[in-house]
């Protein structure tokens, strides 16, 4: 039986015969190879309810839970109800999500968790070719003879995809060079590491472009056949007045020396082929969209686009963020890159429904942090959280946990996560592995997910959820279904003739590896499109004690740790800090300090670890929860989100550091909610 691992965004291939774990093409990483093993621990097995948060759950039948939420959702109107799903369940329960929702609900009200980390991609795709669609494979990287990497730390996160690329370096001669504030385990196969400051990549990347058009290095050839905006980008970049973009002013801005940035403008011209791979550093910021479409415009600039000239490259943290995307599971999205708003992209996804979406129409995008606030204001009543943990992952967790509190919250999970502890009703999950369905990986590959594994006894899938909740809602004409596969089937046909039009569901990629091989685009034109981007120079600290705190991703782990906890240890949460920075401010490693945010009054303690981070930063992980720390660290992240895509900034948050001189000296605020009760 065969399976997309149910990790990273990678999508590597795994067999499983008599529960015995073996790749179908590349090796696994540990969490790949470990993957069963959660599957049997800790499990939620029957529906838990309580009317009150102060009480105790009580175990209702399956029969109770399905009456409580056709109950709930018949009471409400479309305004007040939310769904916040997930990019680990399938394709086919992420479509079933939307079209009960949008459809039959008639609530715009869903988004999921990749919001968080792969909401910007699709947007600068979109501005830049046209479509949201990854123009990016893996075969790209195979023919680039240059991969730069701009933050994002695939040894830790991507691991079968970082050893993809240090076998390219070590076999091909393939050159690596590493845009990140943080020297990570990537940075070791680097032949450039350029260490610039946070939220600083606008200016970098413009300032790279600034010095290819002085030296004449642009490819004029490439930018008249298959580019427009050319000549309103080129006067941007070299007007008089952006001085921020000449080498003197952009490198003291950026912190890195001007020979770095002459430096890779050189080396990315001379390649042949160009692949940039892009993740958080990027897509995790208020300037995301900036930020992607700079990168993007580098590569119009140089010809570095297309079939054996490279491209940039998404990598999607999640395993079926991709498949999401094809769904159009996010608010104002609707299946196969159509959007809500667009009368014919309403009509075609109307004629396969058999119902209006008119009336979906008229309500506003809002996105799961903007829903936050709606709940505190008491205008959605009831939100069902489906596989994600937004109790530790959302910023702002302080203003998140009393939305949890206030909410009729619903949650679908495996295990007794921090979210859950706030759940008025839990519905026992299947995971992936124990249903079927269909994920799509970073490069567009679909897979099959087989039942490798029986599931626990009374857990039912999303699937099986939605199709019973849907028939005791008078929807059951319209999901009708008997199998994911026939829902897969209704997915395909919306497919046809899209950019994500599917082949199959036997690890197959649709589109060519790079998607737009004839180098026409889904543009008006034909043509790919350069985009000016705002200038945006992010604030200095400017006390001694202020640094700016970036969220980092554990090694060898995933997410909140729901899983990857159940099979091996995870280290004690620490705060990296610069050796220099601690010393100034007197603080030796392994010392605890407390982290304050000043503009949302909250703070967290760590022990400090000494670290290769670019000096006045600092690096926490978020994947820690309430098991690990009194204090999460989005505690300390501000719900701040990109204009265009919505994506909350994880990556540059002003903080005052101060050093703790005794265990019990630390006096800030702890969160402990009265719905986090236990079991």
Same mark, same amino acid.
């Given at each position: 039986?065969?399976i997309?691992?149910?990790?990273?965004?990678?999508g590597c291939?795994?067999e499983?015969?008599?529960?015995?774990i073996?790749?179908?093409? $590349?090796a696994?990483c540990k969490?790949?190879?470990?993957?069963?093993?959660?599957l049997?621990? $800790?499990?939620?097995?029957t529906?838990?309810?309580?009317?009150?948060?102060?009480?105790?759950?009580?175990s209702?039948?399956?029969e109770?839970?399905?009456r409580?939420? &056709?109950?709930?959702?018949?009471?409400?109107?479309?305004e007040?109800?939310?769904?916040y799903?997930s990019?680990?369940?399938l394709?086919?329960?992420?479509?079933l999500?939307?079209?009960?929702?949008?459809?039959?609900?008639?609530?715009?009200?869903i988004?999921?968790n990749s919001r968080?980390?792969v909401?910007?991609?699709?947007v600068?795709?979109?501005? *830049?070719?046209?479509s949201p669609?990854t123009p990016?494979?893996?075969?790209?990287?195979?023919?680039?003879?240059?991969?730069?990497?701009?933050g994002?730390?695939?040894?830790?996160?991507?691991?079968?995809?970082f050893?993809k690329?240090a076998n390219?370096?070590?076999?091909?001669?393939?050159k690596v060079?590493?845009?990140?504030?943080?020297?990570?385990?990537?940075?070791?196969?680097?032949?450039?590491?350029?260490q610039?400051?946070?939220?600083?990549?606008?200016v970098?990347?413009?300032?790279?472009?600034r010095?290819?058009?002085?030296?004449?290095?642009?490819?004029r050839?490439?930018?008249e056949?298959?580019?427009e905006?050319?000549?309103?980008?080129?006067?941007d970049?070299?007007?008089?007045?952006r001085?921020e973009? /000449?080498?003197k002013n952009?490198?003291?801005?950026?912190?890195?020396k001007?020979?770095?940035?002459?430096?890779?403008?050189t080396?990315?011209v001379k390649?042949? @082929?160009v692949?940039?791979t892009f993740?958080?550093?990027?897509?995790?910021?208020v300037? *995301?969209?900036q930020?992607g479409?700079?990168?993007?415009?580098?590569?119009l600039?140089?010809?570095k686009?297309? &079939?054996?000239r490279?491209?940039?490259?998404?990598i999607?943290?999640?395993?079926?963020?991709?498949?999401?995307?094809e769904?159009g599971?996010?608010t104002?999205?609707?299946p196969s890159f159509?959007s809500?708003y667009?009368e014919?992209?309403? &009509?075609?996804?109307e004629?396969v429904?058999?119902?209006s979406?008119?009336?979906?129409?008229?309500?506003?995008?809002?996105? =799961?942090?903007?829903?936050?606030?709606?709940?505190?204001?008491?205008k959605i009543?009831?939100?069902?959280?489906?596989?994600?943990n937004?109790?530790?992952?959302?910023?702002?967790?302080?203003?998140?946990?009393?939305a949890?509190?206030?909410v009729f919250?619903v949650?679908s999970?495996?295990?007794l996560?921090?979210?859950?502890?706030f759940?008025?009703?839990?519905?026992?999950?299947?995971?992936?592995?124990e249903?079927?369905g269909t994920?799509?990986?970073?490069?567009?590959?679909?897979?099959?997910?087989?039942v490798v594994?029986s599931?626990?006894?009374n857990?039912k899938?999303?699937?099986?959820?939605l199709?019973?909740?849907?028939?005791?809602?008078g929807?059951?004409?319209?999901? @009708?279904y008997s199998?994911p596969?026939?829902?897969?089937?209704?997915?395909?046909l919306?497919?046809?003739?899209r950019?994500?039009e599917y082949?199959?569901?036997?690890?197959?990629?649709y589109?060519? *590896?790079?998607?737009?091989?004839d180098?026409?685009?889904?543009?008006?034109?034909?043509? *790919?499109?350069?985009n000016?981007?705002?200038?945006y =120079?992010?604030p200095?600290?400017?006390?001694?004690?202020?640094?700016?705190?970036?969220t980092?991703?554990l090694?060898?782990?995933?997410?909140t740790?729901s899983?990857?906890?159940?099979?091996q240890?995870?280290?004690p949460p620490?705060?990296?800090m610069n050796?220099?920075d601690a &010393?100034?401010?007197?603080?030796k490693e392994g010392?605890?300090?407390?982290i304050?945010?000043?503009?949302?009054?909250?703070?967290?303690?760590r022990?400090?670890?000494f670290?290769?981070i670019?000096?006045g930063c600092?690096?926490v992980?978020?994947n /820690?929860?309430y098991?690990y720390t009194?204090?999460?660290?989005n505690l300390?992240v501000?719900?701040?989100?990109d204009?265009?895509?919505k994506?909350?900034?994880y990556?540059?948050?002003l903080v005052?550091?101060?050093?703790?001189?005794k265990?019990?000296?630390?006096?800030?605020?702890?969160?402990v909610?009265?719905?986090?009760?236990?079991l």
């Open positions: 039986m065969k997309q691992c149910p990790y990273c965004g990678t291939g795994i499983v015969e008599k529960n015995r073996k790749p179908i093409k $590349d696994l969490r790949g190879m470990d993957f069963l093993k959660p049997s621990k $800790d499990r939620l097995i529906p838990l309810y309580r009317p009150n948060k102060s009480e105790d759950f009580i209702i039948s399956w109770t839970a399905f409580i939420l &056709k109950q709930k959702l018949s009471g409400l109107t479309p007040e109800i939310y769904f799903i990019a680990q369940i394709t086919e329960e992420m479509y999500f939307n079209k009960l929702a949008k459809g039959f609900l008639k609530t715009n009200n988004d999921a968080l980390c909401a910007t991609p699709p600068v795709y979109q501005k *830049a070719f046209g669609a990016c494979s893996y075969e790209c990287l195979e023919n680039a003879s240059l991969i730069v990497i701009v994002h730390n695939p040894a830790s996160n991507h691991p079968v995809l050893r690329i390219l370096k070590r076999k091909k001669g393939v060079i590493v845009i990140d504030p943080y020297k990570s385990e990537t940075t070791k196969i680097a032949d450039m590491h350029i610039l400051n946070p939220a600083t990549d606008v970098f990347f413009n300032a790279v472009a010095n290819i058009l002085i030296r004449n290095l642009e490819d050839e490439f930018i056949r298959y580019t905006n050319f000549e309103e980008f080129a006067k970049i070299l007007s008089l007045s001085e973009y /000449h080498l952009a490198s003291k801005i950026c912190g890195v001007e020979e770095e940035i002459e430096k890779f403008a080396e990315w390649a042949k @082929s692949v940039s993740a958080m550093g990027i897509n995790q910021s300037i *995301a969209t930020k479409l700079s990168l993007i415009n580098l590569h600039l140089t010809g686009l297309g &079939k054996g490279g491209c940039p490259f998404s999607t943290g999640q395993p079926n963020a991709m498949g999401g995307r769904v599971y996010f104002g999205k609707l159509r809500l667009n014919r992209d309403r &009509k075609e996804v004629a429904w058999n119902t979406l008119d009336e979906t129409a008229k309500m506003k995008e809002l996105t =799961i942090v903007e829903a936050i606030d709606e709940i505190l204001r008491g009543k009831f939100l069902w959280v489906v596989g994600t937004p109790a530790v992952s959302l910023p702002n967790l302080e203003k998140v946990h009393k949890l509190e206030e919250l949650v999970e495996a295990y996560t921090d979210t859950a502890k759940a008025n009703l839990i519905l026992p999950a299947k995971l992936v592995g249903k079927e994920m799509t990986n970073s490069e567009r590959v679909v897979s099959a997910c087989e594994v599931p626990p006894p857990t899938s999303e699937f099986e959820v199709i019973e909740l849907a028939q005791r809602l929807f059951g004409k319209e999901f @009708s199998s596969t026939e829902v897969f089937e209704e997915i395909k919306l497919t046809k003739g950019e994500c082949r199959g569901r036997n690890f197959e990629r589109g060519d *590896a790079f998607l737009y091989s180098m026409k685009f889904p543009t008006e034109s034909s043509k *790919a499109k350069f000016k981007v705002s200038l =120079i992010p200095k600290p400017v006390k001694r004690e202020e640094f700016v705190l970036i980092l991703h090694i060898k782990v995933w997410n740790l899983k990857t906890e159940k099979v240890e995870i280290p620490v705060a990296l050796e220099e &010393k100034m401010l007197g603080i010392e605890e300090i407390e304050t945010n000043p503009n949302l009054n909250t703070k967290i303690r022990k400090v670890k670290a290769d670019k000096r600092i690096g992980y978020f /820690h929860g098991k009194e204090t999460p660290a300390v501000e719900d701040k989100i204009p265009y895509s994506q909350p900034d990556k540059f948050n005052e550091i101060k050093r703790l001189k265990k019990n000296e630390f006096l800030g605020k702890l969160l909610p009265l719905a986090r009760k236990q």
